[in-house]
């Protein structure tokens, strides 16, 4: 029976950790003093275990690393997922956008389920810290906070570096380092982005429904249709952070907003017209918070340029197009993304073309292995990420020698 090491008690480890303990000595180490911790985060703290589509479809939600995940994601789908984790006696449901949660609302239910069903085999060494990992002949050698231990084979799970208060700070890229891996430059992804503009501050905490981030990539032209809110140095909500993934590595970004993308400018400015003769004798900025939340109609004058307090009657047809071009282009100056610890997962790691897609093992090191966040992937908000760390531990397990 061979002695395997998992380092990360995360959602990869822990599942990969599991699997192997039916036919391997297993044992899991972690720093923390409990398994889980960022999986008892996510999701705010519900858990979006992954995203109810079919292979091709979720492939589609992959920013980073989609080819060499595609075996993976075929080998264990969202379905199957779902599945397993019924199997095992947690109930679940299937929310807007596909998203699939714990019918409870509790991370801590799919933690339960994970350490008591899935991992009853499995010996954890927790509080535990792993300072190095060495190859001596066939054996790895962990170096850690309790002492030293030998293993036939490594599987390094210890996920990005987001959310270090999690625990995670890197310490799987030291590792591949020292076995002559490349890691790709970590970057924030998921994550706020944030703005130059001096109206922002005066915005803070002011939501938007059904607008559309407009961006220009690189010359390339992309725009996210949902919810959105203004934060103290910029924007965040769900399509500012499905954003923000293909917005980590640019290197010229435009951004603007669209506050009607259901109507044209040719639409809208019918409807500003008949708003205008209604209110003939009202101020532009009176007129503006029938189409506008009130906090972004006190500042979208001033931002395009008008005056909020000139009368409708004597607002020119230029000035009016101009009106019509900010609701459907409001300028935003870009001033990049968060820092890397607000990104819900983390783009960048260990790079996948040093990684048997099918295995996981490195194609350095006989006996190493990468699994989850660690490696060069990431993907959109949703449950995909989570669904990619239990994909690449169950390919691993079920391929492993």
């Known amino acids: 029976m061979s002695k395997i090491a998992v380092v990360g008690a995360g959602a990869s480890g822990l599942f990969v950790a599991g699997f192997l303990s039916e036919n391997h000595d297993v044992v899991v180490f972690d720093k923390n003093e409990k398994v889980g911790k960022k999986l008892y985060i996510t999701g705010k703290g519900r858990c979006n275990l992954t995203n109810f589509c079919q292979p091709d479809e979720f492939l589609k939600n992959v920013v980073h690393g989609e080819k060499f995940l595609r075996s993976a994601i075929y080998t264990f789908s969202s379905e199957d997922c779902m599945e397993y984790f019924e199997s095992l006696g947690l109930k679940i449901k299937v929310e807007r956008g596909n998203r699939v949660f714990p019918a409870s609302d509790k991370s801590s239910d799919v933690i339960k389920v994970l350490k008591e069903k899935h991992c009853q085999n499995v010996n954890f060494s927790l509080s535990n810290e792993v300072y190095s990992i060495a190859k001596k002949e066939e054996r790895f050698v962990l170096s850690t906070e309790k002492g030293n231990f030998e293993f036939d084979k490594v599987i390094i799970a210890t996920g990005g570096v987001s959310y270090k208060a999690t625990g995670s700070d890197g310490a799987g890229y030291k590792f591949a380092k020292g076995f002559g891996h490349t890691v790709e430059k970590p970057r924030p992804a998921l994550c706020p982005i944030m703005l130059k503009d001096w109206f922002v501050k005066v915005l803070q905490g002011v939501s938007l429904k059904n607008v559309a981030l407009n961006c220009v990539i690189d010359g390339k032209k992309s725009n996210y249709f949902g919810e959105m809110l203004f934060t103290d140095k910029g924007i965040s909500g769900p399509i500012v952070l499905t954003a923000s993934s293909f917005l980590n590595s640019a290197k010229s970004v435009e951004l603007s907003l669209d506050f009607k993308p259901a109507l044209d400018e040719k639409q809208l400015d019918a409807r500003l017209l008949r708003d205008f003769e209604e209110n003939k004798n009202k101020d532009l900025k009176t007129v ?38 900010g609701l459907k282009n409001f300028k935003l100056k870009y001033g990049g993304l968060y820092d890397i610890d607000a990104g819900i997962v983390t783009s960048g790691g260990v790079s996948t073309k040093e990684v048997n897609p099918k295995t996981f093992e490195s194609k350095f090191v006989s006996g190493l292995y990468f699994l989850g966040e660690v490696l060069d992937v990431d993907a959109l908000t949703g449950g995909f990420n989570l669904q990619i760390a239990w994909s690449t531990a169950f390919a691993c397990a079920k391929n492993f020698d």
Not at 292 to 310: C, S
Not at 312 to 325: G, N
């Open 288 to 325: 503006l918070k029938g189409l506008l939340p009130k906090a972004v109609a006190d500042v979208f004058a001033k931002a395009i340029g008008l005056d909020e307090n000139k009368k409708i009657h004597d607002i020119t047809k230029e000035e009016r197009t101009k009106i019509v071009e």
